[in-house]
């Protein structure tokens, strides 16, 4: 069993519940850390087909359109228009993102990769290529951008899905990731509100979440791959309404719920919980 970090092997964890923070470089894992047949179950059964994915983009194809797009202009501000980029949406879900992406790169040829291929919904599919899982490490296609839109925080070798992904890269390509951050409620509530803080923790970190970053632990595993960093910025952004995280997490006191809520409207400028940033290849 593995006790140390599984992102920069320094030992010393810091166990609290089902969860370990990394003294070193601050990431926060799910622990222990799950087996490769816990994760592919567990995935298959909460994202099937059609019925997981239509309840999905219900509550979220609004907000993702402004996400979206602030991804896109991101990643992509030296595309013009008429450009034909060739772009992939890694762990692509149902595939509204190249609703998003055709609507600035008409052009563009956009395939999608997701690990249950059949969660790739028929309304969205003539926009894009898709990939099938297993066929994608063998797959020659090379691309101009990579996109992991809320991805990277499920992966269980964040090295090792960077190390492949870089080398699908066309040369100049680029890799956009969009994940979730550690801010100051972890460790707030951590000293001030521990029950608080177990409910964080149990609608943040599980099974689908594996790793919820710290800027250093991004860094590292980024540089770690042989990618550097072009672009980094830290924002506050959701993908789902508020009653959403307040149903993971459990929270059903009314107090709480209102702050939570208020919270939310007003995270802009309360909380930076993702990165978003652009990685090239490492060029040292």
């Keep these: 069993m ?6 920069c092997s320094a030992p010393g964890l810091e166990i609290v519940e089902h969860t370990a923070t990394c003294r070193s470089c601050g990431v926060l894992l799910l622990f222990l850390y799950p087996s490769q047949n816990d994760l592919e179950d567990s995935y298959a059964r909460e994202h099937a087909p059609a019925a997981y994915w239509e309840q999905w983009y219900s509550q979220s194809a609004r907000l993702n359109h402004d996400n979206f797009t602030r991804m896109l202009r ?3 501000e030296d595309l013009e228009f008429r450009d034909d980029p060739s772009i992939l949406d890694y762990g692509g879900g149902g595939g509204q993102f190249a609703v998003v992406c055709k609507s600035h790169f008409p052009n563009a040829k956009v395939y999608i990769v997701d690990a249950v291929d059949g969660s790739l919904l028929p309304q969205w599919a003539p926009l894009q290529t898709q990939i099938p899982f297993s066929e994608f490490p063998a797959d020659d296609t090379r691309f101009d951008r990579i996109f992991l839109n809320d ?9 090792d899905t960077l190390v492949r992904l870089r080398n699908k890269l066309k040369p100049g390509g680029k890799i956009f990731i969009d994940t979730p951050k550690q801010f100051w409620l972890y460790p707030f509530t951590r000293l001030l509100a521990p029950s608080l803080h177990r409910k964080l923790l149990r609608g943040t970190v599980s099974l689908a979440h594996l790793q919820i970053w ?7 595993v ?6 550097a960093i072009t672009r980094y910025r830290e924002l506050s952004e959701y993908t789902q309404p508020a ?6 997490m459990k929270v059903s006191n009314p107090g709480l719920i209102l702050a939570a809520r208020l919270f939310y409207r007003f995270s802009g400028y309360l909380a930076k919980n993702k990165i978003m940033a652009v990685l090239e290849r490492n060029s040292a």
């Design 2 to 7: 593995t006790q140390g970090c599984k992102i």
């Design 74 to 76: 991101f990643a992509c």
């Design 151 to 159: 991805v990277f925080e499920h992966v269980s070798d964040p090295k």
């Design 214 to 220: 710290s800027r250093k632990s991004f860094e590292y």
């Design 222 to 227: 980024v540089r770690d791959a042989g990618l």
């Design 243 to 248: 009653s959403f995280y307040l149903k993971n």
